[in-house]
């Protein structure tokens, strides 16, 4: 019988918004080849081979790893996973609810802006070495099994997650704004 445990990392970056009307949001749940905080006496990075056969079918995006707060779901076409050469990707579009609004502002405003990772690691795949200068362990997750979740957190295991607000800039608005009020002045004088 084998015993599957499932471990939880969370990396800090930014986050960002893509688009306030369809709140989609968007960063990197995990990234490759970067070193994690202190978990208890080690340190791990996940190779760049690490999610080649991983199961990536029907992962969720939560808030802080709670179920109760789903803010996107891959069968229902709101959260789209990508493997590219720094990690794994992710695109969400939140829900029109209050808790995914509060996030999404959240998000914005830069108060929040690192994701976390709910997987189960192929326990053969781990090299454990001691770092003999650190005091510590410094563990390589060669290869994950399963990834069950990601989330939107506020404290990461690894500092280099991110998710961002797809934001259409104020400044960029109201420099639109002008220049149309400035063609139809032109374009008034132009007729008279």
Same mark, same amino acid.
């Given at each position: 019988?084998?015993?599957?445990? %499932?471990?939880?990392?969370?990396?800090?970056?930014?986050?960002?918004?893509?688009?306030?009307?369809?709140?989609?949001?968007?960063?990197?749940?995990?990234?490759?080849? %970067? *070193?994690?905080?202190?978990?208890?006496?080690?340190?791990? %990075?996940?190779? +760049?081979?690490?999610?080649?056969? /991983?199961?990536?079918?029907?992962?969720?995006? =939560?808030?802080?790893?709670? *179920?109760?707060?789903?803010?996107?779901?891959?069968?229902?076409?709101?959260?789209?996973?990508?493997?590219?050469?720094?990690? =794994?990707?992710?695109?969400?579009?939140? +829900?029109?609810?209050?808790?995914?609004?509060?996030?999404?502002?959240?998000?914005?405003?830069?108060?929040?802006?690192?994701?976390?990772?709910?997987?189960?690691?192929?326990?053969?795949?781990?090299?454990?070495?001691?770092?003999?200068?650190?005091?510590?362990?410094?563990? /390589? &997750?060669?290869?994950?099994?399963? &990834? @069950?979740?990601?989330?939107?957190?506020?404290?990461?295991?690894?500092?280099? %997650?991110?998710?961002?607000?797809?934001?259409?800039?104020?400044?960029? &608005?109201?420099?639109?704004?002008?220049?149309? @009020?400035?063609?139809? &002045?032109?374009?008034?004088?132009?007729?008279?």
């Amino acid at each position: 019988m084998r015993i599957m445990t %499932t471990e939880l990392r969370s990396i800090e970056g930014n986050l960002e918004v893509k688009d306030d009307d369809q709140m989609i949001v968007e960063g990197y749940a995990l990234r490759f080849n %970067t *070193w994690s905080e202190d978990l208890g006496k080690f340190i791990e %990075t996940i190779s +760049p081979n690490a999610l080649k056969k /991983t199961k990536l079918d029907d992962v969720r995006l =939560l808030f802080n790893h709670d *179920w109760n707060h789903v803010l996107g779901r891959q069968s229902a076409d709101t959260l789209d996973l990508e493997v590219d050469e720094v990690g =794994l990707r992710f695109k969400a579009r939140l +829900p029109n609810t209050s808790y995914a609004k509060d996030i999404y502002e959240q998000i914005r405003a830069g108060n929040i802006n690192q994701c976390s990772f709910h997987f189960n690691a192929d326990k053969k795949s781990i090299d454990m070495k001691y770092d003999n200068e650190r005091g510590l362990y410094k563990r /390589t &997750i060669n290869s994950i099994n399963q &990834i @069950k979740e990601i989330s939107i957190v506020s404290l990461p295991a690894y500092k280099e %997650t991110d998710v961002s607000v797809a934001l259409r800039s104020i400044t960029e &608005i109201e420099e639109n704004d002008k220049k149309l @009020k400035l063609l139809k &002045i032109e374009n008034e004088l132009f007729n008279l």
